[in-house]
């Protein structure tokens, strides 16, 4: 079975940085394509960042310059880096595994980010 578990949520002032990870299990890390979406309250779920196995990168126009996402393949983890968060980018974080392939696609349970003074 494939799991995928957030953390790294927390409060955070505008202007600071996080840094999430998503641990994976139970799937072939190495060929298939990470991502981060955000769900604000009220909202459906945003595309945020993905990362191919190959390593190409793409983010939503709003996190660009700011937001940077990785992948560990030795420790099947992947990574969002959050700098200049601003309180707008307020919501629940969730991590996606995509099998490029079969299009099958897994969600872990989502972590809280906020951005408040």
């Known amino acids: 079975q494939v799991q995928l578990v957030e953390s790294g949520g927390g409060l955070v002032q505008p202007g600071g940085s996080l840094r999430l990870s998503c641990a994976a299990s139970?799937?072939?890390?190495?060929?298939?394509?990470m991502g981060w979406y955000r769900q604000f309250p009220g909202k459906q779920r945003d595309f945020v960042a993905t990362?191919?196995?190959?390593?190409?990168?793409n983010y939503a126009d709003s996190v660009k310059g700011r937001f940077t996402i990785s992948r560990d393949n030795a420790k099947n983890m992947a990574y969002l880096q959050m700098n200049s968060l601003k309180p707008e980018d307020t919501a629940v974080y969730y991590c996606?595994?995509?099998?490029?392939?079969?299009?099958?696609?897994?969600w872990g349970q989502g972590t809280q980010v906020t951005v408040s003074s």
């Open positions: 996606n595994l995509l099998y490029p392939l079969s299009r099958n696609t897994y």
């Open positions: 139970g799937s072939r890390f190495a060929i298939i394509t």
């Open positions: 990362i191919t196995s190959g390593g190409r990168t």
